[in-house]
């Protein structure tokens, strides 16, 4: 056995039994020992964006890690933005990176490249393996470095000699993590004077605000935050960007922070308290002139009952005995679809309008489409059961790949995936991989032909909006046609521009095998 | 004044008038200043490998850096692959990278990440302004740090307050360089001693392989360099992956050390002294099993006149004082067209002997055409004069970025860029940049549909090919669509198979103004 098939045998052990990959040259005894063990699905990206992305959408609708397999630091570098965005959302990923044969590396060939220094900032958990012998063991330690959902970003660096030279496939474990940021130190356990004060807080009959993230998003501990609130009359929001977050019928309805730095400070101005669970105190998106971070007032005291690497659910039970909620009931979102609109040209509201009545039982939503898609959310509030998915660390080009990954993971749950046009540009490669693997997803390109998002932050800074400025927020010139680009690689598509041709779009979508993307003309 | 209106006038006083964007909320100050000062063109990348990589292109052909706006952390990964490839090209790019506001850092807000980590590994030269007042300054000394070309990579990372905070436009400079690597601690100085001993080994009667690179490669560098080697009987070679090499009719005809391994160590197998001149003395791409990574016998002796970094005209000025080569003539090559080919289904050695015919006299080449376009380069040995440009770091998906930056630096000359496939995918959004930018670029992808250089390299590294393995490397489900493609980005196209047909598509590429593309199916 060669370690390349020992880190195989190992990972599969470990229950990691699906690879993102882009591999090259010295990831090759990897990708062979995959034939020799059997076992572990390869799903083959064209640009490692896709390769990372995917293995946060998989990770966080498996709630296990996959493993991704990149080439040298130039393809760990590609990886890098959909990483970073995986680690602000506490996914957990396992990064298998290829590197040169331990005595190559002197010779500073074209691809060496300092692999641990471009890994440091965005894994939890970083180790060079040094010996074919370690391998199996190594491969161990990254997916219980990784964890479960919420997780952390576990890079094993593969000197391709060690992949080709021989092994006896099990080696003496060692879980120390290499690197740890501030998050990885946090300590797991509820610190109990903490969550007496927040009792004390929410029982002092002072206004307070419970924002929620993370895990706390998920079905049961969204009751048990709803029954706190409840019982001592808090207000409830989630975090402006969700990891994960089970919704629609048969939920506990919540209200986001809006992204939009007024209105959230307008939202939040009022409260005495802040209590922050699985998430931090709320702070913007972007500092702006003159503008604090914190996005509620001065006055009001922040509290976190749990961050987003506690164990929630036990904090959430915690708080719950203190507080003596067990005769509370939850209200539950009931079943409330949206009364058809007129028909007529698309526009933000009737888009969602359609969207809130059409998304089917059990559907995943990956929401990606920034500025012409915010009134979705919302819409959807009463539609059916679902789950929502977002980008969390900003790093635009996360949407189509999460579709991807939680595709692979549910296969046989419906995947809609709203992107916006700018967005959507920065991992594009993602359809041929979905179109490669015949995924069930139907992607929604908002097309508004602009970085709309940022005119509005031009205004925000306070800066002035001159001809180049606004030219380098226009994707007019020229426009992108959707339904050529997404033809190109192998998912078939359509344009839409009106509420009716939607929805025959979306009843086309369903009634087929494999991708489908629509250009919604907005 | 504000801080980033004074960083565009620093960069427009240093020469740098040309800046490849892709701007966020962090840089709206900087791209609001574009507007007020005036002078600067901007160029709008719609994903940051695009933007990287032609700021790459733009400097091999203009001779000093372009400043590339990049968003954040992300941002910053996102391109950080063509960086590289610059780094080891010896390319010089001044980065400016937008950061959060000062205060905001510590809320660790989605965006914030360890940008001085991630850009550590690909910038000689790396700072963080530390107020607007020293702004203007810090973009000098990054100019500076840059360089000409050769050159480096000089990374400035800008708070968003020190753009929109008052500066008075001038501070001290301090080009004391914040970090720098094993090359940037190279002198610059030619070691006198070492001079001598090269001299006396070329007067010795041993055979000598010169193997050239970097500034070596260009016209005049290149004559002298063949004068040394008429004179002393020595072989002439140049690195597989080049920079920009001068060309074709009237130009010294060199070949390239091949890919190849077996090839290249058979070529050098014989020589006993191996001199390498802007370059080091030559190595493998990757590493093998029971092989050495230098390509030249373990018995012959290595020398380096010059680094990739040192001053190589003066060099090899030196050199030919010592050996007295004034009477020596460098051979330089005719005009020599080859025969046209019988038509018939393109082949890489057919559709290599298209471009040697029809390359146009002061044709700019990039050249990422991987397996199946590496008989183009011995073919257009006797082509028109022409620039060779490669990526030089193995990171693939340099390529297309490449032609868009040459185009950008020289408008009036047309640019044909070779490219596979696989490594197209990898920034493709480059063509829509081309058409916004109406670029004389002709694009072509040598679609074989596969990443066929990983069938060699899985051989190579002795890894046996099962079905996962071989899938792997096959972009045939579904196959890609280029002239979808490209026309969804606006690039005009047209798919050939024959060699009447790519005749005919680059006749029409050259009557037409703006970029164009043609899928070659061999």
């Keep these: 056995m060669n370690g390349a098939e020992s880190l195989v045998r190992s990972l599969l052990d470990a229950d990691v039994d699906v690879c993102f990959a882009n591999p090259g040259t010295s990831e090759m005894h990897f990708v062979a020992a995959l034939d020799k063990v059997g076992g572990m699905r390869c799903v083959l990206g064209l640009f490692e964006g896709v390769v990372t992305g995917a293995a946060d959408g998989y990770a966080r609708m498996a709630e296990k ?47 060496t490249s300092d692999i641990a220094g471009l890994a440091a900032p965005v894994s939890h958990w970083l180790r060079t393996c040094e010996s074919a012998a370690n391998l199996a063991s190594d491969g161990a330690d990254a997916v219980a470095a990784a964890g479960g959902l919420p997780g952390k970003i576990a890079t094993l660096i593969v000197p391709a000699n060690t992949a080709w030279e021989s092994s006896t496939g099990k080696a003496q474990s060692d879980p120390s993590p290499t690197l740890t940021d501030d998050q990885g130190s946090t300590p797991e356990e509820i610190d109990p004077a903490n969550l007496q004060r ?6 002092s009959g002072e206004s307070v605000a419970i924002v929620i993230g993370g895990a706390a998003l998920r079905s049961d501990a969204l009751k048990s935050v709803a029954r706190i609130a409840k019982a001592r009359g808090a207000s409830l929001f ?7 977050m ?13 992204y939009r730095l007024q209105s959230a400070t307008t939202l939040l101005e009022d409260f005495e308290h802040i209590v922050a669970i699985g998430t931090k105190p709320p702070i913007a998106f972007f500092a702006y002139p003159d503008t604090r971070s914190e996005l509620y007032s001065e006055k009001a005291e922040a509290h976190q009952l749990a961050s987003l690497f506690q164990n929630v659910p036990k904090a959430l039970d915690d708080l719950e005995a203190i507080l003596d909620t067990t005769d509370v009931i939850a209200e539950l979102q009931p079943l409330e679809l ?31 489409s920034v500025t012409a898609g915010r009134e979705i959310f919302a819409a959807t509030q009463g539609s059916h059961t679902h789950d929502w998915l977002e980008v969390c660390g900003g790093s635009i080009g996360g949407g189509l790949p999460l579709a991807t990954g939680a595709a692979i993971a549910a296969p046989d749950r419906p995947v809609f995936c709203f992107e916006g046009d700018g967005s959507a540009m920065y991992t594009v490669q993602s359809l041929w991989t979905q179109a490669r693997e015949s995924l069930n997803i139907t992607t929604i390109i908002l097309a508004n032909q602009s970085y709309d998002i940022l005119k509005y932050e031009l205004e925000n800074v306070q800066a002035s909006s001159g001809e180049i400025a606004l030219s380098m927020m226009d994707l007019t010139r020229p426009s992108l046609d959707w339904v050529a680009m997404s033809e190109s690689m192998g998912v078939a598509a359509r344009k839409v521009a009106t509420v009716a041709e939607l929805e025959e779009a979306l009843k086309h979508a369903a009634s087929t095998q494999g991708p489908f993307l629509i250009e919604a003309r907005l």
């Design 65 to 111: 890690p996959a493993v991704t397999l990149l080439h040298t630091g130039p393809g760990l570098a590609n990886g890098i933005a959909n990483l970073h965005n995986a680690r602000k959302a506490g996914v957990p990923i396992v990064n298998m990176v290829g590197e040169h044969a331990s005595w190559h590396i002197a010779h500073d060939a074209p691809l």
């Design 198 to 203: 927040i009792a004390e807080v929410l029982n």
């Design 238 to 244: 989630c975090e402006t960007f969700k990891s994960r």
């Design 246 to 258: 089970e919704r629609g019928a048969g939920r506990v309805p919540v209200d986001a922070i809006p």
């Design 338 to 368: 949206p009364v058809r609109c007129e028909d007529g040209p698309l526009t933000p509201g009737s888009l969602a309008n359609v969207i809130a009545r059409l998304l089917p039982e059990d559907a995943i939503v990956v929401d990606e």
